[in-house]
């Protein structure tokens, strides 16, 4: 079956390390998103690719950033996290980015980090 | 600042009864609406999409768009105790790096058997 897959599901880092999240998708979609979302609020759009492009949302923080070496992967890096960034992160994949119908966002499931 | 709003409950129902959840955007401009069901702790699932004025059926879901009130809605006739979930709606809308998918907080539903 086509997916969206995500690893690891659960990430436990300590303050200011490093940590990498992974997204592959076997849709073969142009755009390929990520979105944080914490307890009780909905997913906050943090960037996305589409194919190549890179576009990032005015308030996301400098410290994420994001890689795509390919149609299938991409990758979300902070850089120093913080206590506030303990959240879900998803990454969903879209068709296209019109905001049109063919254009709906599947989401994979999810990668639940904490920071110590 | 583009919205979504819906009421964030919980919305108690009995099982078999009709849900009915409800959203409103700010965004006229809007064209593409879509409803999520997303279990705790677990990442959003889509339910139904809708593009035209009217009703659209799937199965036990209607999802109804009125864009002139820029109203959303989500009905679950035979509602069951595995339907207990948060639904998100989300929109579509002109951002600054072209189009975002805007969610409401969610409703949260539940079905009392």
């Known amino acids: 079956d086509a997916m969206v897959i995500q690893n690891p599901r659960y990430q436990v880092t300590q303050f200011g390390k490093p940590v990498t999240l992974s997204c592959s998708q076997t849709l073969n979609h142009n755009v390929m998103y990520w979105y944080q979302q914490k307890s009780s609020q909905a997913p906050k759009l943090l960037f996305h690719?589409?194919?190549?492009?890179?576009?990032n949302e005015a308030d996301t923080p400098d410290n994420f950033q994001s890689r795509r070496p390919n149609t299938s992967f991409c990758f979300l890096d902070i850089r120093s996290p913080g206590l506030g960034d303990a959240a879900m992160y998803l990454c969903a994949t879209s068709r296209d980015a019109g905001g049109s119908s063919t254009d709906t966002q599947y989401f994979g499931p999810g990668t639940r980090l904490t920071v110590l | 600042q583009k919205e979504v709003e819906q009421n964030s409950g919980p919305l108690s129902v009995p099982e078999g009864a009709i849900a009915s959840l409800n959203c409103t955007y700010s965004?006229?401009?809007?064209?593409?609406f879509f409803w999520y069901r997303q279990y705790s702790g677990k990442s959003p699932e889509l339910i139904m999409s809708?593009?035209?004025?009217g009703d659209k059926e799937d199965g036990r879901f209607t999802a109804q768009l009125n864009k002139a009130s820029q109203y959303v809605s989500l009905l679950i006739r035979d509602s069951q105790p595995s339907d207990s979930a948060t639904y998100l709606c989300a929109v579509y809308s002109n951002s600054n790096s072209g189009y975002a998918l805007n969610f409401g907080k969610g409703t949260s539903l539940l079905v009392t058997p």
């Open positions: 809708i593009y035209s004025n």
């Open positions: 690719y589409y194919d190549k492009d890179f576009n």
């Open positions: 965004d006229r401009g809007s064209q593409s």
